[in-house]
Structure formats: structure tokens, C-alpha cells
């Protein structure tokens, strides 16, 4: 008698009867119907029809369905009915999104593909065409030279100004940049050439002329940075020029 009194009860389920285990454990086929069909009618914005779908199911199977999706067994039959729709609806929103991400990664496959398959086809046309090839490498290597400044070389009639250049503290002959700083013309040369850039070593404006002293500077500058030919003043005017005529101006 004491060891029936001490043994405890066999649990059994409160939907199926069936002992052994507890309804948020059921196994019910049932239930699995239930919620299947509940995936089934919804589409994103149908709510009301799985408030009405669960209308007409018995209550108890409605109270297994909460349980296995870990909803209070003891709460009201319309918070189970809520919290399977809300259970429901976010798990459609979960398929979503993970649809559109693989949908969005199958699209950047494709691309990728595509353009695999558009440089095959270019490659392939090079190969047959050699003349075209051989443009393409001449093309390639005018695109990856450094592109030079364009600077217009000012040849100015003033004696060669010499003093310290701020670069190398050396006394030279300067060549003095359009916003009015002097470098001696090697020193200038080697800052133009270092890169890409054309600003000033000192305050960093964008060189667009140089006022030389000598023709050898101003045809230095010509051939290295500018396609244009120098050009020279003369007593305030243009070399070489004549005198312009009433109501004509020069384009410098």
C-alpha cells in the first residue's frame, strides 16, 4: 500500500488521451493538419480567414495547435487563436524575406555569369581579330600612362631673377608659378614629374602657367606639359605679333 500511495500518476496528454506524454508534446496528426492548412490559406494579408478557419475547429484541437507552438495552455481560447496567427504570419514574413535574399544572390549569380560570358565572347573576338587585339594593347597602355598637366609656358623678357628656391635652399635662376611663387626650374621639373598632380609646392594651387626667363625653360615646359606653343611678351605685348587692329583682341 505505501508504494502505490508513493507512485506517481502515469501522465496523459489532455488532447489525445493518450498517456505517456503531455499535449505541448502531442504528436496528433491532427494538429499537423491544422497548421498546415492554416500556411496554406494564408497569402500576406488574409488574416481574417485564419480567425475564421479556426472558428470552426474544436476548441481542444485549437488548444493542442497552441501548445506545440509553445503558446500558455491556460490562457483564452481567443489569445491561443491570436498567438497561432501571430505565429503564423511570422513565419510567412521569415519565408519572405529568405526568398527575396536567395532571389537577390541568384540575380548577382546571373550577372556574374553574364559578364563571364561577355568577356569569353570579347576575348574570343580578339583572338580571331589580331588587328583589333593589337589596338586594344596599344589602347591599354596610352590609358595606363600617367597623365601629365597641362601647363602654358609664359616667356617673359626680365632679366633671370636669382635667389634661394624653397625646395632645394639653393641659389638659381627662378621660374615663377601663376599664383606668384618661384622655384628654380629643375626643383619645379622634379615636383611636376613626381605625379599627377600640378599645384603649387607652397600653397597648393593648381600651376596653369610657369613665367620663364630663357626659351630653353619655355621650351622645356612646352614639350613636357603643354601641347601648345609658348608664349613670349615683349614690353607688355606679344613677339612676333603685329600691332592689333581697332577693336581686335588677341585669344591668349
Known amino acids: 500500500m505505501a508504494e ?3 507512485q506517481r ?8 488521451r493518450t498517456p505517456g506524454h503531455r499535449i505541448t508534446h502531442c504528436g496528433s496528426q491532427n494538429i499537423t493538419i491544422l497548421i498546415n ?17 479556426l472558428d ?12 506545440r507552438i509553445y503558446i500558455r495552455v491556460r490562457s483564452t481560447i481567443e489569445q491561443k487563436k491570436f498567438g497561432i496567427v501571430t505565429f503564423i504570419m511570422n513565419e510567412y514574413n521569415r519565408n519572405q524575406d529568405y526568398n527575396n535574399v536567395n532571389q537577390a544572390e541568384q540575380n548577382e549569380i546571373q550577372n556574374m555569369q553574364n559578364e563571364v560570358e561577355q568577356e569569353d565572347a570579347y576575348i574570343n573576338m580578339l583572338r580571331q581579330d589580331r588587328a583589333l587585339l593589337t589596338f586594344v594593347i596599344q589602347l591599354i597602355d596610352v590609358l595606363s600612362e ?9 616667356l ?3 632679366a633671370p631673377e636669382v ?7 639653393e641659389d638659381k635662376e627662378q621660374i615663377t608659378t601663376n599664383c606668384g611663387h618661384q622655384f628654380c626650374a629643375p626643383c619645379m621639373y622634379q615636383h611636376l614629374d613626381s605625379g599627377n598632380h600640378a599645384h603649387c609646392p607652397m600653397c597648393r594651387t593648381n600651376i596653369t602657367e610657369l613665367h620663364v626667363c630663357k626659351e630653353q625653360d619655355a621650351t622645356t615646359v612646352q614639350e613636357k606639359y603643354s601641347g601648345t606653343q ?12 603685329p600691332p592689333r587692329a581697332e577693336g581686335h583682341h588677341y585669344r591668349v
Open 4 to 6: 502505490n500511495r508513493n
Open 9 to 16: 500518476p502515469q501522465q496523459c496528454c489532455s488532447y489525445c
Open 37 to 53: 492548412s492554416l500556411r496554406a490559406i494564408f497569402t500576406g494579408n488574409n488574416i481574417q480567414e485564419l480567425y475564421d478557419h
Open 56 to 67: 470552426i475547429q474544436d476548441p481542444s484541437l485549437v488548444t493542442a495547435a497552441a501548445a
Open 146 to 154: 600617367p597623365r601629365r598637366p597641362t601647363i602654358r609656358p609664359i
Open 156 to 158: 617673359t623678357q626680365t
Open 163 to 169: 635667389s634661394m628656391c624653397p625646395i632645394c635652399y
Open 230 to 241: 609658348y608664349i613670349a611678351y615683349e614690353n607688355g605685348r606679344l613677339r612676333n605679333m
